[in-house]
Every structure is written in C-alpha cells, then in structure tokens.
C-alpha cells in the first residue's frame, strides 16, 4: 500500500471518528466531500488493476485542483457564517417535524406524479415491447428502455419517495394516506427495480438518509450500517442479474487484476470507483481541444432539440481517451473540458460556495425546503467522483419538480401532525 493510500484511508477514519463526537455534525460539507474523494484517492492509488497507471505530477495537480477548489469554496461560506448560532440537531428535528405543510397538496401531488411515472413507464413499455429484467434482450439494451419526450417521466421514481418521505416526517396521523403512500413507494420502487438501473436507487438513499438524520432520530450507527448493507446488497445483486458468473470472470480478466480470481465479484465495484480518475487523469495529459460549455450545460442543448445536432457537426466524442470500457470521467472532468483549468477553479469554487452556503442555511433557518436543497447538494458531492448530475436533463427535472412541490405545499397544514417517524 503506497503512502497516499494510507493516508487518505487515515484520513477517512479520522473523519469517521470525529462523527462521533457529540453534537458533530454528521453530513457537513467537508466531511461529506472530504471522506468521498480520500477514499476513491486511497482505492485508485492501491493500482490493483494493470490498465491503471502513474500519473506525473502535472497530472495530479490538475486532478487535486478541482477538489481543492470546491473545499476553498466550501471554506470561505465556513468563515462568512462564524460566529452565526446554528440552530442544534435536537431543535432542528422538533422545528422540521413541526413544519405548516399542505397535507392535501402534497398527497395529490404524489398520486399526480405516480400517475405520470405509471403512464410514461406503460407506454415506453407498449413502444419497445419489453421490460428489462424480464427480457434477455432487455438486459442488454436496459438504457434503451425509452422514448423521446415522455421518457422524461421514467426518471420520476426519486422524486415519489422524496415527497413520501416528507409526508411521513411531517404528519404522524392521516394514517389512510400514510398506508396509501407506502402502497405507492413501494410499488414505484419495485418496478423500477425491473428496469436494472442502480443510478437512480443510489440517487434517493444519498438524499433520504440527510433527510431523516436531520428530521428525526431514525439515523443512528445501527440503521445507518443496515441502510448502506441494504445499498450494497441491492447494487451486487442488480450487478448479478446484468452479469452472471461467466461475464463476471470475463470482467476480471478484461480489467487486468492483479489479485486472485476467486474475488473476481470484487473487479466491477473496485473498478467502478478508480476507472473515473484513471480516465479523468489520462484525458488531462491528451487533451487540447475545449468545448465552451458544451458539456457542463448540456441540458440546454437536450432541452432546445439541438444535442445531437451540436454533437454532430463539432464533431464531439462524449467519451474520449478511455482507458477501458468504464466510460465516466468524475465532475471535474466535465469543468476541465469545457472551460480548462480557469474553468475547472471557477466552477468548483462556486459549487463549493453554493454548498456551504445551502448547509449554513438549513443551519440557521431549517425547513423542508432547505434540508432537501442542501441534501441534493450532499448526493452532488458524493457523486462528484463519477459525474456531474447537473448536466443531466432528466436529473434537472427531477429537481425542478422536487423544489416546486414543495413550494407548493409550503403554508399552513390542513391537516395535525407535528411528530415523525
């Protein structure tokens, strides 16, 4: 184990045991941001996978500059609010869970929004004529399980249990509509779940946990470990069903490993973690050629008609200088090759600034609102190491959505309930 390797493992213990002392702050921006990117750097410096490689120091100051830059961000909203009093986790939860919510708006606006996730996921199913999980063919072609326009609407399974979470936060009674949502949340989950897509499951445990740990008393050592075992397990075995044993040995073999076959299983999650840095840092040392925005606001371009377009006469490759068939780059990489490395400072400042600015807000004026804001914020940072969800069409529907209902139900309850979960 190199050097770098066990400090940043170091470090994330560290991180992990300051979480315990009391009071701390579980879900702060730089323990958040900080115990992600250590651990992808201690995991992608073991190089236990023969198509990774060294990286010159020009490389890892590119690479580093990112992060660096959005904790600079991070930092300076730290310092702007010392001295403000943060409102402690024990009056947050009371304050949350005491919100004035529109129970009748926010029921009506889960049943609408199931009501177009059923109709979008029945005619996609109509159009291509299978569901993935049930279909060999559909294994293989699982991203292709869409349909221009209303396949914007598959995407809304995150937004559903987000808005039955706050519902089951808020309101202890109104038990009819409380079974009625868990029947919904339920039955969006599992049907999702045959459409083998982890992207999306990750995404909505990611902004849930925040929600609970800063709404309730649910998160604690035990439920969190059977939170990320249940996580783990749900993505091993959706793993399982898009590879079986014989495609898992083929994995191993394809990435180069250097330990031993009978942890093959291990090859996917390691190689899903290091392969965005090692492509990241190989398409640092190659590339010369900048795309002005093309990339970091490719929804614009999604949403005007114009990517394919765009994409075809720049002649742009959305995957260049791979190193394997890992396709994913990291965040940073989306800034780099756009704008440079002015780019890369500018916009990782701002996220970091934004970040610190949405955490200081649920601190000091906690609300629904601003407890989902900043655990949006929290899943972008964990995410960071993968890709920039923000560039995303569907996942800014996603959040358009999420944020207009509950501006929608902001207001005086129609409804009691003060106490949660």
Same mark, same amino acid.
């Given at each position: 184990?190199?050097?770098?390797?066990?400090?940043?493992?170091?470090?994330?213990?560290?991180?992990?045991?300051?979480?315990?002392?009391?009071?701390?702050?579980?879900?702060?921006?730089?323990?958040?941001?900080?115990?992600?990117?250590?651990?992808?750097?201690?995991?992608?410096?073991?190089?236990?996978?023969?198509?990774?490689?060294?990286?010159?120091?020009?490389?890892?100051?590119?690479?580093? #500059?990112?992060?660096?830059?959005?904790?600079?961000?991070?930092?300076?909203?730290?310092?702007?609010?010392?001295?403000?009093?943060?409102?402690?986790?024990?009056?947050?939860?009371?304050?949350?869970?005491?919100?004035?919510?529109?129970?009748?708006?926010?029921?009506?606006?889960?049943? *609408?929004?199931?009501?177009?996730?059923?109709?979008?996921?029945?005619?996609?199913?109509?159009?291509?004529?299978?569901?993935?999980?049930?279909?060999?063919?559909?294994?293989?072609?699982?991203?292709?399980?869409?349909?221009?326009?209303?396949?914007?609407?598959?995407?809304?399974?995150?937004?559903?249990?987000?808005?039955?979470?706050?519902?089951?936060?808020?309101?202890?009674?109104?038990?009819?509509?409380?079974?009625?949502?868990?029947?919904?949340?339920?039955?969006?989950?599992?049907?999702?779940?045959?459409?083998?897509?982890?992207?999306?499951?990750?995404?909505?445990? *990611?902004?849930?946990?925040?929600?609970?740990?800063?709404?309730?008393? *649910?998160?604690?050592?035990?439920?969190?470990?059977?939170?990320?075992?249940?996580?783990?397990?749900?993505?091993?075995?959706?793993?399982?069903?898009?590879?079986?044993?014989?495609?898992?040995?083929?994995?191993?073999?394809?990435?180069?490993?250097? #330990?031993?076959?009978?942890?093959?299983?291990?090859?996917?999650?390691?190689?899903?973690?290091?392969?965005?840095?090692?492509?990241?840092?190989?398409?640092?040392?190659?590339?010369?050629?900048?795309?002005?925005?093309?990339?970091?606001?490719?929804?614009?371009?999604? *949403?005007?008609?114009?990517?394919?377009?765009l994409r075809s006469?720049?002649?742009?490759?959305?995957?260049?200088?791979?190193?394997?068939?890992?396709?994913?780059?990291?965040?940073?990489?989306? #800034?780099?090759?756009?704008?440079?490395?002015?780019?890369?400072?500018?916009?990782?400042?701002?996220?970091?600034?934004?970040?610190?600015?949405?955490?200081?807000?649920?601190?000091?004026?906690?609300?629904?609102?601003?407890?989902?804001?900043?655990?949006?914020?929290?899943?972008?940072?964990?995410?960071?190491f993968f890709n920039?969800?923000?560039?995303?069409?569907?996942?800014?529907l996603v959040i358009?959505?999420?944020?207009?209902?509950?501006?929608?139900?902001?207001?005086?309850?129609?409804?009691?309930?003060?106490?949660?979960?």
């Amino acid at each position: 184990m190199s050097a770098l390797s066990m400090t940043c493992f170091l470090v994330c213990f560290g991180i992990l045991i300051s979480s315990f002392r009391k009071g701390a702050d579980v879900f702060s921006p730089g323990r958040v941001f900080g115990f992600t990117w250590c651990f992808v750097l201690a995991l992608t410096d073991l190089k236990l996978s023969r198509l990774q490689h060294e990286w010159s120091g020009d490389v890892w100051a590119i690479l580093l #500059f990112g992060p660096a830059a959005f904790l600079l961000g991070v930092f300076i909203m730290y310092v702007q609010n010392v001295g403000s009093v943060y409102t402690p986790l024990d009056e947050m939860r009371l304050t949350l869970r005491s919100e004035q919510v529109n129970e009748r708006r926010l029921f009506g606006s889960i049943v *609408v929004l199931f009501v177009m996730y059923g109709v979008s996921y029945f005619v996609i199913y109509l159009i291509k004529g299978y569901v993935p999980l049930l279909s060999p063919e559909g294994i293989l072609f699982r991203t292709e399980f869409t349909a221009f326009g209303v396949g914007l609407f598959i995407h809304l399974m995150p937004v559903i249990l987000v808005c039955v979470l706050v519902y089951h936060v808020v309101f202890e009674s109104a038990h009819r509509h409380k079974t009625a949502l868990k029947i919904i949340a339920a039955i969006t989950a599992l049907s999702f779940l045959l459409l083998l897509q982890r992207f999306h499951f990750i995404m909505s445990a *990611v902004i849930c946990i925040p929600m609970l740990y800063y709404s309730t008393r *649910v998160i604690r050592l035990k439920t969190a470990s059977i939170f990320i075992l249940a996580t783990v397990a749900l993505f091993y075995w959706v793993s399982s069903l898009r590879t079986g044993e014989l495609i898992q040995y083929y994995l191993y073999l394809s990435s180069k490993m250097k #330990f031993s076959y009978h942890y093959a299983l291990l090859t996917e999650p390691y190689m899903y973690f290091v392969m965005n840095l090692e492509n990241y840092a190989r398409s640092i040392e190659l590339h010369q050629d900048f795309t002005f925005g093309a990339y970091t606001f490719d929804f614009v371009a999604a *949403v005007t008609g114009l990517k394919h377009w765009l994409r075809s006469y720049f002649l742009l490759e959305d995957n260049p200088y791979l190193v394997s068939g890992y396709n994913t780059y990291t965040a940073f990489w989306t #800034f780099y090759r756009d704008f440079g490395i002015a780019g890369l400072g500018t916009i990782s400042l701002m996220l970091g600034a934004m970040t610190g600015y949405l955490h200081a807000r649920l601190r000091l004026r906690p609300s629904v609102l601003n407890l989902t804001s900043y655990a949006i914020a929290i899943f972008m940072m964990v995410i960071s190491f993968f890709n920039f969800p923000f560039s995303l069409l569907w996942f800014i529907l996603v959040i358009a959505l999420i944020i207009m209902v509950l501006h929608y139900i902001a207001g005086v309850k129609d409804g009691p309930g003060t106490a949660g979960l």
